[in-house]
């Protein structure tokens, strides 16, 4: 089946730094939205990006789907955005159409 | 963005009986469903996917007969555990989204069978 695989698995910053999230994927998709889950379990849209880049406020998305992989930018980072981030994709997977498949997950931790 | 709602957040059962989760699209209306388990520390992962009408679509490993899943409207979708045990004990998350779309997500359910 198809592979999608977050990276770093863990990341610690500072309150006001910057990172980069990445998501990488074995197989075509038809789209690919990044989440937030908070401590609570829900999960908040992020950005619905199937190509292109993105911006909304400190939050930024570039899925480049030719070679694979999107990016998720925080930016100036905040103690409210710590949290796990999930990239998820939309296709054709193991016969079935139309499935949305989870990455494996970032845990970012900001610190004050 | 759109809302989905999932009820009940939290129960508790007796192993051996039967619960029932619920999703719903409250502001649109969702021809696809997706339910969704997920284990402390982990990813979420697929369990079934529904279309309004038709049976759902199982992932492997997932038994269709403990895990029934109902979509019978295109507001609507049930899960129900049955004859939970203590290893069921999980957070399920419900989601929905029409074509062309992007998919919303419950708040999600934590389980617990004792």
């Known amino acids: 089946g198809i592979q999608v695989e977050q990276s770093p698995p863990d990341l610690i910053l500072q309150e006001g730094a910057n990172s980069t999230l990445r998501c990488n994927f074995s197989?075509?998709?038809?789209?690919l939205q990044w989440f937030h889950q908070n401590p609570w379990g829900q999960l908040i849209n992020l950005f619905y990006?199937?190509?292109g880049t993105k911006q909304n406020g400190r939050l930024s998305a570039t899925t480049v789907a030719t070679e694979r992989y999107s990016l998720l930018y925080i930016s100036s980072s905040q103690t409210t955005d710590s949290g796990v981030y999930f990239c998820a994709l939309l296709g054709s997977y193991g016969g079935a159409t139309n499935k949305l498949i989870f990455g494996t997950g970032t845990l970012l931790a900001v610190q004050p | 963005g759109a809302v989905v709602s999932q009820h009940p957040s939290r129960v508790i059962c007796k192993s051996g009986t039967s619960v029932k989760i619920e999703c719903r699209s409250l502001?649109?209306?969702?021809?696809?469903m997706f339910w969704y388990r997920q284990f402390p520390k982990q990813s979420l992962m697929l369990m079934a996917t529904?279309?309004?009408?038709?049976?759902?679509?199982?992932e492997q490993g997932v038994e269709k007969d403990k895990f029934l899943i109902n979509h019978a409207s295109l507001t609507l979708s049930t899960l129900t555990v049955t004859s939970a045990h203590p290893e069921d004990s999980s957070f399920y998350i419900c989601s929905a989204r029409n074509p062309g779309t992007e998919a919303f997500f419950g708040q999600g359910t934590r389980l617990t069978v004792v």
């Open positions: 502001d649109f209306q969702a021809t696809t």
């Open positions: 197989d075509s998709v038809n789209n």
């Open positions: 990006i199937p190509s």
């Open positions: 529904s279309n309004e009408g038709s049976k759902a679509t199982y």
